[in-house]
Structures are given as C-alpha cells and as structure tokens.
Nanobody, 119 residues
Framework: QVQLVESGGGLVQAGGSLRLSCAASGSFVSMNAMAWYRQAPGKQRELVAVITSGGGTNYADSVKGRFTISRDNAKNTVYLQMNSLKPEDTSVYYC?????????????WGQGTLVTVSS
C-alpha cells in the first residue's frame, strides 16, 4: 500500500511564492503519473498540474506560467512551485499518484494541504 504525505502549504500574500512537496512511501513496483489537484470551498476538485514518469508536464490554463511541477524519481517525490500567487489560488491542494503494484495499476491521494493567499 502506498501513502502520500504533502507539506509546504500555508498563508502567503498575493504575489508571493510557496513550494508544495508530496512524498510517496510504501510498496510499489513503479510510480507513474503524479499530479496536483486543488479544491476551493464550494467548488469541484480540479487538476492543477500533472507530470509523467518521463517528465512530461501539463497545466491548467489558470496556472500556466506561474506554477511549475517537477519530480525526483529517486525520492518518489513530486513538487509544485507556485509563484505570483493570487487570492483565487486559495484552496486545499491534493497530491495524486498512479502506480503499478505488480499485478495492477492503482491510484492514491494525499490528505491535502491548505494554501491561503491573502490580498
């Protein structure tokens, strides 16, 4: 079983930066795509950014040019560097990962970390 532990959330002023981290631990054969989602109060969870095992990335239009997703495969960790933060980026950010457990492909979510951007 795989667990994801997120860190790095907090309170920041508009225009500031934060870096989120998500470390995977447990038993798996390979870690495939990893992603960050966010969910604001009263809204649906939305994809923020995704990175494949080979390093390919994709971003939501709302964060392109401001956020950067990266990963360290040796540490099974994915990062989200968030720059030029806006109040509308305020959300709970969730880490997501797809992995191969040997017999099947599975998906796991982190517990979420709160990012609050003040105006």
């Amino acid at each position: 079983q795989v667990q994801l532990v997120e860190s790095g959330g907090g309170l920041v002023q508009a225009g500031g930066s934060l870096r989120l981290s998500c470390a995977a631990s447990g038993s798996f054969v390979s870690m495939n795509a990893m992603a960050w989602y966010r969910q604001a109060p009263g809204k649906q969870r939305e994809l923020v950014a995704v990175i494949t095992s080979g390093g390919g990335t994709n971003y939501a239009d709302s964060v392109k040019g401001r956020f950067t997703i990266s990963r360290d495969n040796a540490k099974n960790t994915v990062y989200l560097q968030m720059n030029s933060l806006k109040p509308e980026d305020t959300s709970v950010y969730y880490c997501n990962a797809h992995y191969y457990a040997g017999l099947r492909y599975l998906e796991v979510w982190g517990q979420g970390t709160l990012v609050t951007v003040s105006s």
